[in-house]
């Protein structure tokens, strides 16, 4: 296991430095002077120059791009250009509302997939089977800003009963946290439940129909311990790995729902980088993206083995 761990880590390190090289050359194809944004239209000459100097803009590319990897690999991920903070800060910042809205969905996600997508596949093609197809086919199309737009004109505007939007530390004020936490959570919830919904439905159809659960049933144990032994352990191998993909989506910033809930998470960051031209907060985001997406396969591919003490051998 030691050397499994060794080698996927070693193999995270060279996809982290092709990540870099690609993120480094295309944030560096956007039209655009970032300069020039962030000094507004009016500046002289003089303070277009120094702050292109202070940047690091005057250098040759290939300069800026083994600076830039430099310090990422001390953790100086660079100063942005518009607000003068370091990267660092920026994210770290913005992480604790990220990580929040990410846990609180997959958390959502699990308590509707696991459930719908268990009893849909103990009675297939039932009425049971039928809702639950309909209610995860409708999670999957809705888009969802327009399911937020919805949550909000009718629990906000009309009811009164939440908050539009907005974001409020846990530390602070518990009950504004979890005020302002629902809607996002549903939403972004509903649409990894779906999906994950699918995939619940499928692995234990596979597993109710395997050869060992077929002579499990045959030697007469009891349904309870089929399903908890046989066919759940079975159909967590799927499950873990599409809610390591979808919690990997998550931390990586939901875009257009922290918009629609003024949710200042990574994405919304991400966002406002490109909009800026600011070169350091948006490689540093894309950087840390990359880096969650790693670890989390890592992490899935370790709990395989807890799962399947098949895959160690």
Do not use: C
């Amino acid at each position: 296991m030691t050397g499994y761990v060794v080698r996927r880590v070693g193999q995270s390190v060279v996809v982290l430095a092709g990540v870099s090289v690609v993120v480094f050359a295309l944030v560096h194809l956007v039209p655009g002077d970032p300069v020039r944004l962030a000094l507004g239209t009016r500046f002289s000459q003089e303070s277009y120059d120094a702050l292109r100097e202070r940047s690091g803009l005057d250098q040759p590319l290939i300069e800026q791009f083994f600076t830039w990897l430099g310090g990422a690999v001390t953790g100086d991920l660079g100063v942005s250009f518009r607000s003068g903070d370091t990267v660092t800060s920026l994210i770290a910042e913005r992480l604790p509302a990220t990580l929040t809205l990410a846990f609180a969905s997959i958390l959502v996600a699990l308590l509707i997939a696991i459930p719908l997508g268990t009893v849909s596949a103990l009675r297939p093609r039932s009425v049971v089977d039928r809702v639950a197809t309909v209610i995860s086919q409708f999670g999957i199309s809705v888009p969802d800003f327009w399911m937020g737009i919805v949550l909000i004109l009718v629990f906000a505007g009309t009811l009164g009963w939440l908050p539009s939007g907005g974001y409020v530390p846990l530390s602070e004020d518990p009950l504004a946290w979890l005020q302002r936490l629902i809607m996002p959570a549903v939403v972004t919830g509903v649409v990894s439940g779906s999906v994950i919904t699918r995939f619940v439905r499928s692995s234990v159809l596979e597993a109710l129909g395997s050869d060992h659960v077929r002579t499990a049933q045959a030697k007469g144990l009891a349904t309870r311990q089929v399903f908890t032994w046989h066919v759940l352990r079975n159909a967590l191998l799927p499950l873990v790995t599409v809610t390591g993909v979808q919690l990997a989506y998550l931390l990586s910033g939901v875009v257009v729902v922290e918009i629609v809930f003024s949710w200042p998470g990574l994405g919304q960051l991400a966002l406002q980088a490109v909009q800026a031209r600011d070169y350091p907060v948006l490689q540093g985001a894309i950087l840390l993206f990359a880096v969650v997406f790693l670890v989390i396969n890592l992490v899935v591919d370790l709990l395989y083995t807890a799962i399947d003490p098949r895959i160690r051998r």
